[in-house]
């Protein structure tokens, strides 16, 4: 039987040989393709490390991580308490709303309220979203559907709402469904702090000097795209719903460039509110990597 200690030690070491390739994931979503897009085609490097890029949704990102499978990862900020032994949080790459994030969305409902006892799908459990449905939407039966087909079983009338995220949260009235609520607005008028609506996280394994190139390169990657817009713009574009300009200028921005004070008191606020919803373990300590 492994001790504690063992156990531990498998948990947050990935042990990488020099020159191996790192392995790098992110949503296919707009705004991760086009923080991603310099440094996945060869626009810039991390000298010595190779990289692959592997994109997922974002439920099947968060449960990756918890198997240890990336060296770097995006994930919901709702999911870190989870990770907190395998990960450190990279201060570049990460998702921030400021007076948005998620949108509740129905067809037929207009509060959340009218949603006790109705279910309500969410991208995953833990995700942001669902634990902001949690917080706002309480009584509602919160039932997992990859994100990108919320809309759809919304608007088709399989579930009585959704949560939606990525574009989906600008597209969804597209699909004749209105607003229910703002969940992402609602956290930043509750708290009075933006919302950390996903985090770019890094493996312990690697070390903090890998880390914090990783950081910077991270960093590089993003500051590439903005000053080369229209070329990764063209790349990022392909995983959008028709609204990825929008939505890159929502999520990635100065905020994503490096994490300020107040999303950082945001992090612990949400990992609070994660633990009193039975979502994830209670954390006093967290690390993040600066580039």
Avoid at 81 to 107: C, D, F, I, Q, T
Avoid at 109 to 128: D, F, M, Q, Y
Wanted: hydrophobic share 40%; proline share 4%; with cysteine.
């Amino acid at each position: 039987m492994k001790t504690a200690i063992e156990q531990h030690k498998q948990l947050t070491t990935r042990n990488v040989a020099k020159n191996a390739s790192l392995r790098v994931a992110y949503t296919p979503d707009s705004d991760d393709a086009f923080n991603y897009y310099a440094w996945e085609h060869g626009r810039i490097e991390l000298d010595g490390w190779p990289a692959e890029f592997h994109r997922d949704h974002i439920i099947a990102l968060n449960r990756s991580a918890m198997e240890n499978r990336f060296d770097v990862v995006g994930v919901s900020s709702a999911s870190y308490p989870l990770l907190a032994e395998r990960y450190w949080v990279l201060a570049v790459g990460n998702s921030v709303g400021r007076g948005y994030g998620p949108v509740l969305a129905s067809k037929h409902h207009r509060t959340p309220g009218e949603l006790r006892g109705k279910r309500v799908a969410v991208a995953g459990i833990p995700t942001t979203g669902g634990a902001l449905a949690a917080m706002y939407c309480p009584g509602a039966e919160l039932v997992e559907m990859r994100y990108d087909r919320i809309a759809d079983a919304v608007a088709a009338g399989e579930y009585d709402a959704g949560v939606m995220i990525h574009e989906e949260l600008l597209f969804f009235p597209q699909k004749g469904l209105t607003r229910v609520c703002d969940l992402g607005a609602a956290w930043c008028e509750d708290t009075g702090l933006p919302l950390p609506v996903g985090l770019n996280l890094v493996h312990k394994g690697l070390g903090r000097g890998l880390a914090r190139r990783i950081a910077g390169t991270c960093r590089r990657s993003l500051q590439w795209g903005l000053d080369h817009f229209e070329e990764a713009y063209a790349f990022a574009s392909r995983f959008g719903r028709g609204c990825s300009q929008r939505h890159i200028e929502m999520f990635s921005n100065a905020d994503t460039l490096c994490l300020p004070p107040d999303v950082r008191r945001a992090m612990g606020l949400m990992f609070q509110r994660v633990a009193d919803l039975g979502l994830g373990p209670r954390i006093e300590h967290w690390e993040i990597i600066d580039a």
